[in-house]
C-alpha cells in the first residue's frame, strides 16, 4: 500500500508563489506515475499536472502551463508543485496522485485513473 501525504498549502497573495509538495511510503514510489489535481468549492476533482517515473517527461492542464511546474526526486520519494503567478481562481485544495500502471502521457487526466491519493493541501489565493 502506499500513503501519499502533502504539505506546503497556505495563503499567498495574487502574483506570489508557493510549493506544495508529496511524501510517499513506501520503496516503489520510482514505479509510480505521479500527478497533481485540485478542486475548488463545489467543483469536480481537476488535472492539474503530471510526471513520469524518472521525471524525464511532464504534463500539464493547458491554465496552468508556463506557471506551475511539477518535478520529483525519487531518492527522497517526494513530488513537487511549484506555483509562480498565483491568481484567486487558484484557489483549491490540492491533492497529490500515484498510480502504477498509467504511462505518462497516454492516461492520468482523470481523478479515477489513480488509485493512490493523499489527503490534500489547501491554497488560498488572495485578490
Known amino acids: 500500500q502506499v500513503q501519499l501525504v502533502e504539505s506546503g498549502g497556505g495563503l499567498v497573495q495574487a502574483g506570489g508563489s508557493l510549493r506544495v509538495s508529496c511524501v510517499a511510503s513506501g520503496r516503489t514510489f520510482s514505479l509510480s506515475v505521479m500527478a497533481w489535481f485540485r478542486q475548488g468549492p463545489g467543483e469536480e476533482r481537476s488535472f492539474v499536472a503530471q510526471?513520469?517515473?524518472?521525471?524525464?517527461?511532464?504534463y500539464y492542464a493547458e491554465s496552468v502551463r508556463g506557471r506551475f511546474t511539477i518535478s520529483r526526486d525519487n531518492a527522497k520519494n517526494t513530488v513537487y508543485l511549484q506555483m509562480n503567478s498565483l491568481k484567486p481562481a487558484n484557489t483549491a485544495v490540492y491533492y497529490c496522485?500515484?498510480?502504477?500502471?498509467?504511462?505518462?502521457?497516454?492516461?492520468?487526466?482523470?481523478?479515477?485513473?489513480?488509485?493512490?491519493w493523499g489527503q490534500g493541501t489547501q491554497v488560498t489565493v488572495d485578490s
Open positions: 496522485a500515484a498510480d502504477r500502471l498509467l504511462t505518462a502521457g497516454v492516461g492520468g487526466n482523470k481523478a479515477d485513473e489513480y488509485g493512490y
Open positions: 510526471i513520469s517515473r524518472t521525471g524525464g517527461s511532464t
